[in-house]
């Protein structure tokens, strides 16, 4: 499959990309030297894949702080229990036990934890909080953020920008590209660091008009050696859905 961006998607490749996180989906491509100068992983988005968190932390022994209030420990131990009385699909059950016993083991290390709040909403929900929230939980000054919170990335790009000092490196998936299209040309311009990889989600669709694809995943860097030449996509990437076709994009010139 094929897709095109708009010229404002040209990117200056990192010279160091590694493959952090699972293979297929919930793995990202990010500069290797942004790794290694962080001080805090600031995860926003886990669902039962924290795998990103974990290659991360394995690489770079720093504090990992996880949001997502859509899952935790009681939430994993009712899908097992659940799962335990499907006497059709014993896979299922598998499944739930493994990443019930895995949750367990992660975020009981003393540098990883897991806070059950949606981030980018201001509201006066306990279960969520805003980025500017997140941000005044610590003093880091060399933050990795990974991002994919379903389209809730829109609400807070603008403080992202403004606190683009503190930030290391980031992976950022944005969703329905399509109707945000100028927020993440607004975004990419306005944004300091170095737009050094891009990943069309192939569990996205291709607009049929002029090939944008929906769901991108974007990499950003501060510390990467830059080279001016790149292939889309990178010979690091992999397909989300390993049973589609990866999708080759092109970035326009004009």
């Given at each position: 499959?094929?897709?095109?961006?708009?010229?404002?998607?040209?990117?200056?490749?990192?010279?160091?990309?590694?493959?952090?996180?699972?293979?297929?989906?919930?793995?990202?491509?990010?500069?290797?030297?942004?790794?290694?100068?962080?001080d805090l992983l600031i995860g926003l988005g886990i669902n039962d894949d924290w795998s990103f968190e974990e290659?991360?932390?394995?690489?770079?022994?720093?504090?990992?702080?996880?949001?997502?209030?859509?899952?935790?420990?009681?939430?994993?131990?009712?899908?097992?229990?659940?799962?335990?009385?499907?006497?059709?699909?014993?896979?299922?059950?598998?499944?739930?036990?493994?990443?019930?016993?895995?949750?367990?083991?992660?975020?009981?290390?003393?540098?990883?934890?897991?806070?059950?709040?949606?981030?980018?909403?201001?509201?006066?929900?306990?279960?969520?909080?805003?980025?500017?929230?997140?941000?005044?939980?610590?003093?880091?000054?060399?933050?990795?953020?990974?991002?994919?919170?379903?389209?809730?990335?829109?609400?807070?790009?603008?403080?992202?920008?403004?606190?683009?000092?503190?930030?290391?490196?980031?992976?950022?998936?944005?969703?329905?590209?399509?109707?945000?299209?100028?927020?993440?040309?607004?975004?990419?311009?306005?944004?300091?660091?170095?737009?050094?990889?891009?990943?069309?989600?192939?569990?996205?669709?291709?607009?049929?008009?002029?090939?944008?694809?929906?769901?991108?995943?974007?990499?950003?860097?501060?510390?990467?050696?830059?080279?001016?030449?790149?292939?889309?996509?990178?010979?690091k990437d992999m397909p989300n859905d390993k049973k589609t076709a990866e999708i080759e994009l092109f970035i326009?010139?004009?």
């Open positions: 499959m094929k897709a095109q961006l708009p010229n404002f998607f040209s990117i200056n490749q990192a010279k160091d990309l590694v493959r952090v996180g699972r293979d297929y989906d919930g793995g990202y491509l990010v500069s290797q030297s942004d790794i290694g100068a962080s290659d991360f932390l394995s690489r770079n022994k720093v504090s990992v702080f996880a949001y997502d209030a859509s899952v935790g420990e009681k939430h994993f131990f009712r899908q097992l229990i659940k799962s335990a009385f499907s006497i059709y699909n014993l896979k299922i059950f598998v499944h739930w036990l493994k990443v019930y016993i895995k949750y367990k083991k992660f975020f009981s290390q003393s540098n990883v934890h897991h806070i059950q709040k949606f981030v980018g909403l201001n509201s006066e929900s306990k279960q969520h909080c805003t980025f500017m929230d997140v941000l005044k939980q610590t003093e880091c000054k060399n933050i990795f953020l990974k991002i994919d919170i379903e389209v809730s990335e829109y609400r807070f790009l603008h403080d992202i920008v403004a606190n683009e000092e503190r930030i290391s490196g980031m992976v950022i998936e944005f969703h329905y590209v399509d109707i945000h299209l100028k927020e993440i040309e607004k975004f990419i311009n306005q944004f300091s660091l170095n737009l050094v990889h891009v990943h069309a989600n192939n569990y996205g669709t291709i607009r049929a008009d002029d090939d944008l694809p929906e769901t991108l995943e974007l990499t950003f860097s501060k510390y990467a050696e830059l080279s001016n030449c790149h292939t889309l996509p990178h010979n326009n010139d004009c």
